[in-house]
């Protein structure tokens, strides 16, 4: 239990509230950290992408609205909100209004599995690691339906190929899964977490390194970033299976797209990088004398800084391949991920079963 | 086979290098209200009109390749929205009474606006 968890509880005993308030309230504070850190990350995300490509594209990128352009993606955000509800003819209503939703809630659905800290871990399941990876399949479903129900041959197209793409990709995805499982004994992030926790050297990128470069590849094509955003090309399918979708339903989609990239940043962190563990093996905040709950306090925010670091990174990375590869075509990436990922994550498996093995022996 | 394996992982390395290098060069984008791109010198804009110096021969409404451009009844104007900027009239006027600007923002929103007229 973590001394959040606890002080919560006894103020709340103090306080003499009934049971399933106190239950009910704490899922509530922690859909409201998730939800205000969602839209946070998103809105620095969208600006700083744009920002960042024009850096590397000898562009300005944003600079009119606030100052070097910090308040472009709020007033974009408004001129979303404002627009006018646009329905094209030939859609199925029903599926065409679930779609934009089903995007939208498996993912930030997602966002309570990752333990942001060893305090803050909005939904701990044995399990997490498997639900992670069900709840995820769920979006793959709902461009299928936003490309059925537009009634559009370039949307079926975009649909057709995000979920051809998808469930080519999430096999590598789920073997490198197993692989971190066999290292760590368990299915449930906060220990796969705790147990890298001594040095760098505990991380699991360090025996893994081919998962880590396996599960980086198979996200970049499930997040549909740019070598491998097939499904809305935009020079051939216009914008793909979302190109019928406009003004709070078209937001959707991108708030969905930026949240996944982001959180299968901080994914690839918790899994490879030591996830909210510091690199140096002790927190600034141990070494002062302070009163323990301060201390745990500032601990907290240590470490949420630290997976914060190591997702940035991340998403650097990946833009950074975004502005300097061009995209592939369908057949090469089925074939890229069939007949190149696929088979080396399975010899990973058994290069991980060994390890393991050795380890254990010796 | 290991070859064929590490060329591409080579090339692609190389990518990334080539275009972390430009973001290093110096922007190519100019922030058009506030900073103009500098003009040739034969750039040819908005026509001047030295009034002092024309003779009212007549050559330049002659050598203009459209018809009610150039005006010379008893003022000069010309109409710049018909103007197709070819130069002609300047190049032959004999009294150099004629001359391009480098001004190119010519849009109004009344098309009056864009007939210059002789006292001005
Ligand atoms: S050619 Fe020159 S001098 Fe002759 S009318 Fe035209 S502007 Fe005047
Ligand atoms: S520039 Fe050409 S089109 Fe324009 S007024 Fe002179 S001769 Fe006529």
New interface residues.
Partial sequence: MSIFYLIYIEFMIRINAPHWLIFALWHLISFIFIAILLVITVIILVLFERKYLAFYTRRKGPNRVGTYGCLQTIADAIKLLFKENIEPKNIDKMIYYTAPLLVFSPIMTVWFLIPFTSGIIPFDSSCSLLLFMAILSIPILATLFAGFSSGNKYSLIGGLRACTQAISSEIPLFLCLISISILSGSMNLDSIVKMQNDSIFQWYIFPNILGFIIFFISALIVMNRTPFDLPEAESELTAGYHSEYSGMKFAMFFLGEYALTFILSAFIATLFLGGYNSPMGFYISDLLNLPIIFQEFLKNIEQFIWLMLKTGILILIIMWIRASYPRLTTEKTLIFSWYILTPLAIFNIFIMAIYKLLRSIL | MIKSFILPIKE?IK??Y???K??F?????L?YPEKKKLLNNNFRGKINYIKENCIKCGICQNVCPLISCIKIDTDFSIDLSQCIFCGNCVENCPKNALYFTKEYELAVNNKEKLILKEDN
């Avoid at chain 2, 060069?25 to 984008?29: A, E, G, P, S």
Wanted: net charge positive.
């Fill in positions: 692609l990518g990334l080539t275009v972390f430009n973001g060069k110096k922007r190519v984008t922030e």
